[in-house]
């Protein structure tokens, strides 16, 4: 009897120990379970996160796409403008060259077609002279007839004029035609800026007497366009030193400025390249 509660209670403690075994390995298993759904949650939300930020950044680089862009196409228009602006320049001056030559005026153009340069065969000026000769005056007036001809065609349009007689609002014009005295490197420098600035007064009011509807052509602001400056000796075509060399620097140049300004579009171009910093400042940084 005794030895068959012995057994039996043996075999009961046996089976308590394999239940408490079980049990705590099913804990165990409980616990590895969770800790698995844990760190496979935290997987999810760092995906999740890395994955926001991925896209943030997606965002981000599109956002700066968009920016260049938009400042390649603004620098695309200016440049255009002023291709456009060139062009007509050009244009302009080689109409009035060739009126001139037909006059037997001999003028030449630069190679940037901004300046027309009446050689001292077409105005010549004596040593130290701001006085127009004869045979200066004689040119200057075959060439106020030609501006006089020309320039309305490539100015804005006055109150009441439409195109094709002259430029239209959204077209580039004439801003400025500088009537340009230079002198030769001899005398006082202080002289050569008084004696160029007068060479080219001079000669402003020879065209514009000879002219005086040349007064009248306006730029966009309702400012004449013929207008006067000097440059002494700093712009010498010749620094040989020679006779002949001080005879072609003293001279008259037409310097023809187109209205079309680029400040406005690159003042736009420089918002939108601030705004790109920001953008590029941001997207290292990490921030969306």
């Not at 590895?32 to 999740?48: E, G, N, Y």
Request: proline share 3%; aromatic share 6%; charged share 30%.
């Amino acid at each position: 009897m005794a030895v068959e509660e012995t057994e039996s209670s043996e075999g009961e403690n046996y089976f308590v120990s394999m239940t408490d075994m079980m049990v705590g390995m099913l804990f165990i298993f409980i616990i590895l379970l969770m800790s698995f759904a844990l760190v496979f949650r935290d997987q999810t939300d760092t995906q999740q996160t890395t994955t926001a930020e991925q896209q943030a950044k997606i965002d981000q680089a599109t956002r700066l796409a968009e920016t260049l862009q938009e400042i390649q196409h603004k620098i695309e228009v200016n440049l255009e403008e002023l291709r456009q602006a060139n062009q007509l320049r050009l244009k302009l001056l080689r109409e009035v060259a060739d009126l001139l030559r037909r006059e037997n005026i001999v003028v030449e153009l630069t190679k940037a077609g901004d300046v027309l340069r009446l050689t001292e065969n077409a105005i010549r000026f004596d040593p130290d002279k701001s006085v127009l000769r004869p045979d200066a005056l004689n040119n200057i007036g075959k060439i106020s007839v030609v501006l006089a001809q020309v320039l309305p065609r490539y100015a804005p349009c006055a109150a009441g004029a439409l195109p094709p007689s002259c430029r239209g609002p959204t077209e580039a014009a004439i801003e400025t035609v500088f009537v340009e005295g230079h002198t030769d490197e001899t005398g006082n420098d202080e002289r050569n800026w008084t004696l160029s600035a007068e060479r080219a007064a001079n000669t402003y009011r020879e065209l514009t007497t000879r002219a005086p509807g040349l007064r009248d052509i306006a730029n966009r602001r309702s400012e004449q366009i013929l207008s006067i400056s000097g440059y002494s000796a700093t712009r010498r075509l010749d620094s040989s030193g020679t006779r002949d060399a001080w005879a072609k620097n003293r001279r008259i140049d037409l310097r023809f400025v187109m209205d079309t300004d680029p400040t406005a579009g690159l003042e736009e171009i420089k918002a939108l390249v601030v705004q790109m910093k920001l953008r590029i400042d941001t997207f290292k940084g990490g921030e969306p």
